[in-house]
Nanobody
Framework: QVRLVESGGGLVQAGGSLGLSCAASGSIISINIMGWYRQAPGKQRELVAG???????NYADSVKGRFTISRDNVKNTVYLQMNSLKPEDTAVYYC??????????????????WGQGTQVTVSS
């Protein structure tokens, strides 16, 4: 069974930094796009950053120049380094990945997976 497990997050003052990581596990054949989304109270979930298995990245305008997404394809892990944090970055951050897996010897399965979410709180 494929799982995404996040770590990192927490409380930081404005201007500080935090790092998030998300590891995928299970009978994984390949992982295409991995990314981070966030959802603040009363708001819709939004894309923060994404990265392809070739290393191409895209960022929300609000985080460009402050956040950096990276991945380790051997470890099936995606990272988000967040610098110069602002109170408006406060949200629950979710890892997302599109994964091709092999649930049994003769099957192939593709799906979108989500992590459990981790809280990031930036105080002013």
């Amino acid at each position: 069974q494929v799982r995404l497990v996040e770590s990192g997050g927490g409380l930081v003052q404005a201007g500080g930094s935090l790092g998030l990581s998300c590891a995928a596990s299970g009978s994984i054949i390949s992982i295409n796009i991995m990314g981070w989304y966030r959802q603040a109270p009363g708001k819709q979930r939004e894309l923060v950053a994404g990265i392809t298995n070739g290393g191409s990245t895209n960022y929300a305008d609000s985080v460009k120049g402050r956040f950096t997404i990276s991945r380790d394809n051997v470890k099936n892990t995606v990272y988000l380094q967040m610098n110069s944090l602002k109170p408006e970055d406060t949200a629950v951050y979710y890892c997302n990945a599109y994964i091709v897996s092999r649930p049994d010897l003769f099957a192939r399965y593709e799906s979108d997976y989500w992590g459990q979410g981790t809280q990031v709180t930036v105080s002013s």
